[in-house]
């Protein structure tokens, strides 16, 4: 029997029937062809796992159970056909038009065919998506990090996965072995979030900085994620953000205009350090360790004021460039 | 995933599609292979062959009625799809783990990047999530906007109604704005970045662009005057084109990110945690100005001049607070 036939009549056979089936029973109506000895035996469990494992990827719910009162030891198998279909979904043309606009998103091929699986399902159900909308752009969903599918498999399958990861201004990248917890997407790049084994705490990795290949390892199901977990608000509030200041600049007429866009008073024609322009005074808000990077891109065309921590850092790195 | 799996996937996925394709057919009756193939994003080849593993499977036993009876003469005939004694195939299968995140994660990061938008994902992602299709184990916590809902929609507007549009557009490598009156083609993105493909008539060009750089746009009741060129693929070489130097940077650990957000054309370690990065410069204010926000982690490797007038302009900076450098 081809695969994909089995497969289709295992399914069949344990949602038509309303009791548990026992894998004997399984085994002899789909699996005939596996002999009666140790090996075949062996050949039988491995096939039958990975055909169960392969109905649960795509969404089957099989319950296990046992099968009566007289044969307590013998497992059996259903799909209860209520909790395994997908319920009833309508949409209204708004919402079937932002789902046409989801359809084009990723641009990774796992998750690419997944949509077009989800979006067949609802198309099965009578749910017509609509292709045609304009005026939203879809977002293009990458995930060109190499390690992206094995976290995202371990965090599925709940295994331990083990990694180098380098931190900026080390170095050196060290060993980490992480339980991952999910995959966060921010500002176009992924994170891992999970409880660090070695740190016993939890912890947030950036994919793109992971150095080599990662590693899942040991058996599914592992650890369980604590209840309550909220992967979204880890990510938030373990990755690293900068508090905002109000920075005070002197920015030469008609220069710094990324940074005039932003501001919240701007006042015009002020003394400033040279008179070779006409200066004025930008004020604006922004987290302190990038507005460092964003004045100094402008060279000598503006100039902080305040805070004084932000001006000698500007001031030190200048230094160190002109002093090596 | 991975190439080597490719035979177990292909039994799976035709296992996915046919349990697609039976609830779609059993709500319907019969339908042409056509508009099945259409509907269900399936080549129509493919969905032949899946009809032709769906007649051997059916309910244990063996006998005749109690498999999946599919109409061949139909099939080959007239190309019409009739399935029956398939009522235990009558819904589709729940959402696997995969497929919600795809889904979920896509429409929050629509919502993200388009607030006009938001209100629909919202409504959209809530019914998913009464379906039992939520994702706990993905998530999107902020994506790059593309552009103020406004902004997207006055230039998809003009679009559609082939209108021109005036631009007060911002050029940070020449820290200037600069109003530009162009035929707009379309938004796309390339990379992370959403662009607005133009015919601009200020440079006479194609030109591309960032929608974040866009100070003002208004639309104008003149028809576009550039007929006859469509939409371009800004991904290729046309995009890189352009005349551009081989630069070769050395950088310190906190500057490692560097290849992570610009096209580097090679990178090698080189001694004390230096990387070394060879990428292809455009133009001296860019490179300037990402080495002015690298500072002091980063210097260059050759051409040796550009390093010469970046720790120039650097001094140059330096003297605005009285200060020489030297101590």
Not at chain 1, 208 to 211: A, D, E, L, N
Not at chain 2, 86 to 89: K, P, Q, R, V
């Given at each position: 029997m081809e695969k994909s036939e089995r497969l289709l009549n295992l399914h069949i056979m344990l949602l038509a029937q309303r009791r548990f089936v026992s894998k004997g029973d399984i085994r002899r109506m789909l699996y005939a062809d596996y002999p009666d000895t140790p090996a075949g035996d062996e050949a039988f469990e491995k096939t039958f796992e990975r055909d169960k494992d392969d109905l649960r990827e795509l969404g089957v719910v099989i319950e296990v159970g046992t099968m009566d009162k007289f044969f307590e030891d013998e497992v059996g198998y259903r799909i209860p056909p209520d909790e395994s279909a997908l319920p009833e979904i309508r949409f209204e043309a708004d919402e079937a038009a932002v789902l046409g606009v989801a359809a084009r998103a990723w641009e990774q091929a796992a998750f690419a065919k997944a949509t077009t699986e989800a979006l067949r399902k609802l198309a099965a159900s009578g749910v017509e998506v609509d292709r045609s909308r304009l005026d939203v752009v879809a977002p293009r969903l990458r995930a060109e990090e190499p390690s992206f599918d094995v976290f995202w498999d371990a965090t599925r399958k709940r295994r331990l996965v083990t990694f180098d990861y380098r931190r900026p201004g080390e170095p050196q990248p060290t060993r980490r072995r992480l339980h991952p917890y999910g995959v966060v997407r921010s500002s176009g790049r992924w994170y891992v979030v999970g409880h660090d084994l070695d740190r016993g705490e939890e912890r947030v990795f950036r994919l793109?900085?992971?150095?080599g290949d990662a590693r899942a390892s040991g058996r599914a199901g592992a650890f369980e994620v604590p209840a309550g977990t909220d992967v979204r608000r880890i990510a938030d509030t373990l990755a690293p953000t900068a508090p905002d200041v109000e920075a005070v600049l002197l920015v030469r007429q008609h220069a710094g205009v990324g940074l005039r866009r932003r501001a919240t008073l701007v006042e015009d024609d002020v003394p400033g350090p040279d008179d070779r322009t006409r200066w004025d005074r930008v004020t604006l808000t922004a987290p302190e360790s990038s507005l460092a990077d964003e004045v100094l891109t402008y060279g000598a065309s503006v100039m902080v004021e305040a805070p004084e921590s932000l001006r000698d850092e500007v001031v030190d790195r200048l230094r160190r460039v002109v002093s090596r | 995933m991975s190439a080597a799996r490719t035979p177990a996937t292909t039994a799976r996925d035709q296992v996915a599609r046919l349990l697609a394709l039976v609830p779609y057919l059993h709500s319907r009756g019969e339908v042409s292979v056509t508009e099945a193939a259409a509907a269900l994003d399936v080549d129509p080849d493919q969905l032949v062959k899946d009809l032709r593993v769906l007649f051997l499977c059916g309910l244990p036993g063996g006998y005749p009625d109690d498999l999946i009876d599919v109409d061949l003469d139909a099939l080959e005939g007239e190309g019409i799809i009739r399935v029956s004694n398939?009522?235990?195939?009558a819904h589709p299968v729940r959402f696997a783990p995969s497929e919600a995140a795809a889904l979920v994660v896509a429409l929050r990061a629509i919502g993200e990047r388009t607030p006009s938008a938001r209100d629909v994902v919202e409504r959209t992602l809530a019914k998913f999530e009464a379906a039992g299709a939520g994702s706990a184990e993905m998530h999107v916590t902020s994506e790059p906007q593309t552009a103020p809902g406004d902004l997207l929609a006055l230039l998809q507007g003009a679009i559609d109604r082939g209108h021109q549009v005036e631009l007060t557009y911002h050029v940070p490598t020449r820290d200037e704005q600069a109003a530009r009156t162009v035929d707009p083609r379309a938004v796309t993105h390339v990379g992370e970045v959403a662009y607005l493909d133009a015919w601009c008539h200020t440079a006479q060009g194609d030109r591309a662009f960032r929608l974040d750089r866009i100070v003002e746009a208004r639309e104008l009741e003149t028809p576009v005057a550039s007929p006859g060129s469509g939409p371009r693929d800004l991904t290729g070489e046309w995009f890189s084109g352009a005349e551009t130097t081989r630069v070769t940077l050395a950088l310190e650990p906190p500057a490692h990110w560097v290849p992570e957000y610009y096209t580097v054309v090679a990178q090698r370690p080189g001694p004390d945690g230096i990387l070394e990065v060879d990428l292809d410069v455009a133009g001296e204010p860019w490179l300037r100005q990402l080495l002015l926000r690298l500072a002091p982690h980063a210097r260059v490797v050759r051409p040796r001049e550009f390093n010469e007038s970046f720790t120039a302009g650097a001094r140059e900076a330096l003297s605005l607070y009285g200060d020489t450098g030297v101590r």
């Open positions: 793109s900085r992971v150095v | 398939a009522d235990y195939l």
